[in-house]
């Protein structure tokens, strides 16, 4: 099936949607709310639904023979989270998390990896790229470098305002910038829309981004007829044939590892950075028979070139954040971008 401009976004939203709000179909009207067969539930669940086995490299079996013990009728809800929290945490993945107990249990691979890596120094850009007299328009903060020859957008998050409105106002601002940094570096993801919003202004060319499978059947291998997803169209706008860096680090997931993914098929983008985060996948959930909630991904998604980087999209240039040029008020991601753009032949 070929899905192409907006429709794409609506139906993936909707299927995420449907899949949440039907969880209660799958639970047992007499199920017990006990350590149990709450733990047998999740297991279960995720044995049969989740989509991500493949490149996750765990043994789901092994897990819950390992932990099973563990788990007795009449238990503390602290100890039995405990437990849940350990089986979760097998899978490295920051889309798979439970709430209960007063607390909520996510992936603690996914946290180390996105403070621990970061490629990221907030004070260095705040004072010296963005400065004292930046401008901010919805959830994106801005200013020229490179002797005002480069743009120059920090957004922080995909939770964060981006409409076609704003980002149309942005390039007004600037037309006479010769390319573009967008920096996405420790933004946890958010709305699929304002990914939508952002592409409307690169060039479409009709080149595929993606392609999605949504989980079909109870073995790990059953997907659903493949969905691929093209470039959406630009409507009134005109695209953006200027250079465009986007800058990624191991902070970026979700939706903004999914921009990263998506922007690598345009030919007027460079990723730099480093590899994202992952978590490319639609998450969805409901409830276990103790009342807590559980969600985990039920897609998956394949690049172009056939593979799926749900643990991280790589960079198309691969640049770590250098601590001297810190030291000296520096950020050597987004001075090798401004030279990039200011001496591309895309000028």
């Not at 120059?152 to 006479?176: G, M, T, V």
Request: with cysteine; aromatic share 10%; glycine share 8%.
């Amino acid at each position: 099936m070929h899905i192409k401009n907006n429709t794409c976004r609506l139906i993936l939203i909707a299927t995420s949607l449907l899949l949440a709000s039907c969880e209660k179909m799958f639970m047992s009207a007499d199920m017990e709310p006990t350590p149990t067969a709450t733990f047998d539930y999740l297991w279960t669940q995720i044995d049969e639904r989740y989509s991500l086995f493949d490149v996750k490299d765990v043994d789901w079996n092994q897990m819950r023979d390992s932990l099973r013990p563990q788990v007795f009728d009449g238990m503390s809800n602290d100890s039995l989270f405990a437990v849940l929290k350990k089986l979760i945490n097998s899978l490295n993945d920051g889309h798979v998390d439970i709430w209960g107990n007063n607390d909520v249990a996510s992936s603690e691979e996914i946290f180390l990896q996105r403070y621990g890596n970061g490629n990221f120094d907030l004070n260095t850009v705040v004072l010296n790229y963005l400065r004292a007299n930046h401008h901010t328009t919805g959830g994106m903060s801005y200013n020229t470098v490179s002797n005002g020859d480069v743009l120059y957008i920090r957004y922080y998050s995909f939770s964060n305002s981006a409409s076609e409105a704003q980002i149309d106002a942005i390039l007004q601002r600037y037309p006479y910038v010769k390319g573009f940094i967008f920096d996405i570096r420790q933004n946890g993801g958010g709305a699929i829309q304002n990914e939508w919003n952002l592409m409307a202004f690169l060039p479409n060319e009709g080149q595929l981004l993606y392609t999605t499978q949504l989980k079909a059947g109870p073995a790990h291998n059953d997907f659903g007829i493949p969905q691929q997803v093209f470039a959406p169209s630009n409507g009134n706008h005109t695209p953006i044939s200027k250079p465009f860096v986007l800058l990624t680090d191991r902070g970026c997931y979700s939706a903004a590892s999914s921009f990263a993914l998506c922007l690598k098929s345009y030919s007027n983008v460079i990723v730099m950075g480093d590899t994202t985060g992952g978590g490319l996948a639609i998450p969805a959930g409901g409830a276990l028979p103790n009342g807590w909630h559980y969600r985990f991904g039920v897609s998956r998604t394949i690049a172009p070139d056939g593979v799926n980087y749900e643990n991280g999209v790589p960079p198309d240039q691969l640049l770590r954040l250098d601590p001297a040029a810190v030291a000296n008020g520096h950020d050597n991601i987004i001075d090798s971008a401004a030279r990039l753009i200011v001496t591309s032949d895309l000028n």
